[in-house]
């Protein structure tokens, strides 16, 4: 396998009784790489990141990190190792200050507070919540709880970072502010798995879209590529993006 | 770890000095003997808020841990001699595996149905001692009276030394539980308590910390046990295996503050006064009306103060200073 490659799925299934949730995907990210997951509600996209992030045992299939094998590994392992995520629905932890959330992330690599503090307050500086520290996880916005658990993430030290829909139920303001934040992320030269529906946003973000329906990958290209491919208008986009490409 | 105002310190130091100067100064037996109980369900509220308060799993039935702290020790000072001493730290160690034994298969109980696994656990172990001959079943253990010393954690002529041997325990299981919530340890704990799933996304081995939850709980609770048969030299499993000593704990520490290292001495300073002077004051006729009191209580807390009375002491204090 070539040695740039960051994440490595191969022929992933995930059945929930009689449902197949995810069938027989594959797809891999190279290393800087960002890669958009689309696809309409119930395409299996959550299930994807729980399935790649441990929070799900694949029915079969296989999914490795930079070469190894990390299939049947428990969620905190993988984290460990390097994988960091979000959440669909946003998930901070509501009776701790913005600070300690991010501090409980930084733990993951130190065993004691202090350092953890000061890696804490270097990361709440770069994605822009610094003057909100004292706050606890309750009283933030849903933009900021959004930023919040990005932060968490990367306090993590992460060298993949999965964002599951963190611009969904924004103002404009607010996603722009998100966009802006993850461009600084990929400029560090982080690797980005993104699941998004704002489609403007998934275009100006992409290296790479990968579109699923119904469990199964119908499509992996190029933004632009994506965007104009019949089945995926039929699928999801709608009928505005095939005036746009036309 | 952050660094203590000289304004704590002093407040810590005077309320300490109080406390040693106390039964000194009101010698009424009855009185020492309310303080005594309440640090004993201080250190149990301090003991449960590590696994309850902080980790977020609610116990119902803590009191299997203090009788199984109980026992051990009672059963081996009675059976082959040992040192009641040796017996404190046996029992722990018995409560921790206990503890850790019933705490792995119900890693992934959460909320409510964790709390039902406890009940179910503790009422288990009760009817369990309630029924085992080896350990005289319902007639209980009676420890003989030895040489007053502290070597024999025996002493007759005043309760002034368990008295402060129980202080001391308390301020043990403050200690740990300070360091415990200053610590990765219990930083993760907060997390598990918001949700599994976010604990896990920030790396935390879900299973194993609610285990080291249980396990410091149980043995704290154990140790009491202990203290608990040495001071009243008699224990049953009615006495010291009771689902009620249970919810009082749940009840003192969610009065004091649930998740605060101090609530749940106040919490106890609190209640196990007003369930020993009622039980003064209207003598047999009286029974019950703590725990209308304690309801009283509890719904006033629940409605105006959810973060218990500490949290009230805490936003005081932050009112001031902000």
Redesign the interface.
Same mark, same amino acid.
């Given at each position: 396998m070539d040695k740039s490659t960051c994440l490595d799925v191969k022929g992933l299934s995930k059945w929930f009784g009689g449902l197949a949730a995810n069938q027989d995907i594959t797809f891999s990210v190279e290393e800087g790489e960002i890669v958009s997951v689309i696809g309409p509600n119930g395409a299996g996209k959550s299930t994807l990141f729980n399935c790649i %992030? +441990?929070?799900y045992k694949p029915n079969s299939g296989k999914v490795s990190f930079f070469g190894k094998d990390i299939t049947k590994f428990?969620? =905190?392992r993988i984290?460990?190792l390097g994988i960091?995520?979000?959440?669909q629905i946003v998930?901070?932890? /509501? =009776? #701790?200050t913005v600070l300690?959330n991010v501090? %409980? +992330?930084a733990?993951?690599r130190? %065993? /004691?507070? +202090?350092p953890?503090k000061e890696k804490a307050e270097e990361i709440l500086d770069f994605t822009g919540l610094n003057d909100k520290k004292s706050f606890l996880g309750t009283e933030l916005t849903i933009a900021d709880k959004k930023r919040l658990e990005v932060s #968490?993430?990367l306090a993590?030290q992460p060298r993949l970072l999965m964002l599951d829909e963190s611009m969904a139920g924004l103002t404009i303001v607010e996603l722009h502010g998100i966009i802006g934040l993850i461009k600084k992320i990929r400029d560090k030269g982080m690797t980005l798995i993104v699941v998004e529906h704002v489609m403007e946003a998934v275009m100006e973000i992409s290296d790479r879209v990968v579109v699923l329906n119904s469990g199964k990958k119908i499509m992996e290209g190029l933004p632009k590529e994506v965007v104009s491919c019949q089945e995926v208008i039929q699928a999801y986009l709608g009928d505005k993006y095939r005036a746009v490409c036309k | 770890m952050k660094k203590f105002t000289t304004k704590q310190i002093s407040v810590t130091g005077i309320t300490l000095l109080v406390l040693l100067l106390f039964p000194l100064v009101i010698t009424q037996t009855y009185i020492i003997h309310v303080m005594i109980l309440v640090f004993m369900f201080g250190m149990l509220g301090v003991a449960w808020n590590i696994m309850g308060g902080y980790a977020g799993m609610f116990s119902f039935g803590q009191a299997a841990f203090f009788g199984i702290g109980a026992y051990t020790s009672s059963f081996l000072v009675v059976t082959f001699h040992v040192n009641p001493w040796i017996g404190l730290i046996a029992g722990g160690v018995v409560a921790a595996v206990m503890a850790a034994a019933i705490g792995y298969p119900c890693s992934n109980l959460r909320g409510h149905y964790f709390a039902i696994a406890t009940i179910a656990f503790g009422e288990i172990v009760r009817i369990f001692f309630n029924n085992w001959k080896l350990v005289n079943a319902a007639e209980g253990i009676t420890l003989p009276m030895v040489n007053e010393s502290f070597t024999n954690f025996m002493f007759h002529s005043s309760k002034l030394p368990y008295y402060y041997i129980i202080l001391s325990f308390l301020l043990i299981a403050l200690v740990i539980c300070y360091f415990v919530a200053h610590s990765k340890m219990g930083y993760y704990f907060r997390a598990i308590k918001e949700s599994h799933d976010v604990a896990r996304a920030l790396g935390v081995n879900v299973v194993w910390y609610r285990l080291i939850a249980i396990m410091i709980s149980a043995f704290l609770s154990a140790m009491a046990g202990t203290f608990y048969a040495q001071y009243i030299l008699y224990i049953d499993p009615e006495s010291v295996m009771l689902l009620a000593i249970s919810i009082q704990l749940v009840l003192i520490s969610m009065l004091g503050g649930a998740g605060t290292v101090m609530g749940p001495v106040i919490g106890a300073a609190i209640l196990i006064p007003i369930a020993e002077f009622t039980r003064i004051w209207l003598g047999h006729k009286g029974t019950g009306v703590d725990m209308l009191i304690y309801g009283f209580l509890i719904t006033l807390i629940s409605v105006y103060q959810p973060q218990g009375i500490w949290g009230l002491f805490a936003n005081i204090g932050k009112k001031k200073n902000g």
């Amino acid at each position: 396998m070539d040695k740039s490659t960051c994440l490595d799925v191969k022929g992933l299934s995930k059945w929930f009784g009689g449902l197949a949730a995810n069938q027989d995907i594959t797809f891999s990210v190279e290393e800087g790489e960002i890669v958009s997951v689309i696809g309409p509600n119930g395409a299996g996209k959550s299930t994807l990141f729980n399935c790649i %992030t +441990g929070f799900y045992k694949p029915n079969s299939g296989k999914v490795s990190f930079f070469g190894k094998d990390i299939t049947k590994f428990r969620a =905190d392992r993988i984290c460990k190792l390097g994988i960091a995520r979000t959440f669909q629905i946003v998930q901070v932890i /509501s =009776d #701790m200050t913005v600070l300690e959330n991010v501090v %409980t +992330g930084a733990l993951i690599r130190y %065993t /004691s507070i +202090g350092p953890a503090k000061e890696k804490a307050e270097e990361i709440l500086d770069f994605t822009g919540l610094n003057d909100k520290k004292s706050f606890l996880g309750t009283e933030l916005t849903i933009a900021d709880k959004k930023r919040l658990e990005v932060s #968490m993430a990367l306090a993590l030290q992460p060298r993949l970072l999965m964002l599951d829909e963190s611009m969904a139920g924004l103002t404009i303001v607010e996603l722009h502010g998100i966009i802006g934040l993850i461009k600084k992320i990929r400029d560090k030269g982080m690797t980005l798995i993104v699941v998004e529906h704002v489609m403007e946003a998934v275009m100006e973000i992409s290296d790479r879209v990968v579109v699923l329906n119904s469990g199964k990958k119908i499509m992996e290209g190029l933004p632009k590529e994506v965007v104009s491919c019949q089945e995926v208008i039929q699928a999801y986009l709608g009928d505005k993006y095939r005036a746009v490409c036309k | 770890m952050k660094k203590f105002t000289t304004k704590q310190i002093s407040v810590t130091g005077i309320t300490l000095l109080v406390l040693l100067l106390f039964p000194l100064v009101i010698t009424q037996t009855y009185i020492i003997h309310v303080m005594i109980l309440v640090f004993m369900f201080g250190m149990l509220g301090v003991a449960w808020n590590i696994m309850g308060g902080y980790a977020g799993m609610f116990s119902f039935g803590q009191a299997a841990f203090f009788g199984i702290g109980a026992y051990t020790s009672s059963f081996l000072v009675v059976t082959f001699h040992v040192n009641p001493w040796i017996g404190l730290i046996a029992g722990g160690v018995v409560a921790a595996v206990m503890a850790a034994a019933i705490g792995y298969p119900c890693s992934n109980l959460r909320g409510h149905y964790f709390a039902i696994a406890t009940i179910a656990f503790g009422e288990i172990v009760r009817i369990f001692f309630n029924n085992w001959k080896l350990v005289n079943a319902a007639e209980g253990i009676t420890l003989p009276m030895v040489n007053e010393s502290f070597t024999n954690f025996m002493f007759h002529s005043s309760k002034l030394p368990y008295y402060y041997i129980i202080l001391s325990f308390l301020l043990i299981a403050l200690v740990i539980c300070y360091f415990v919530a200053h610590s990765k340890m219990g930083y993760y704990f907060r997390a598990i308590k918001e949700s599994h799933d976010v604990a896990r996304a920030l790396g935390v081995n879900v299973v194993w910390y609610r285990l080291i939850a249980i396990m410091i709980s149980a043995f704290l609770s154990a140790m009491a046990g202990t203290f608990y048969a040495q001071y009243i030299l008699y224990i049953d499993p009615e006495s010291v295996m009771l689902l009620a000593i249970s919810i009082q704990l749940v009840l003192i520490s969610m009065l004091g503050g649930a998740g605060t290292v101090m609530g749940p001495v106040i919490g106890a300073a609190i209640l196990i006064p007003i369930a020993e002077f009622t039980r003064i004051w209207l003598g047999h006729k009286g029974t019950g009306v703590d725990m209308l009191i304690y309801g009283f209580l509890i719904t006033l807390i629940s409605v105006y103060q959810p973060q218990g009375i500490w949290g009230l002491f805490a936003n005081i204090g932050k009112k001031k200073n902000g």
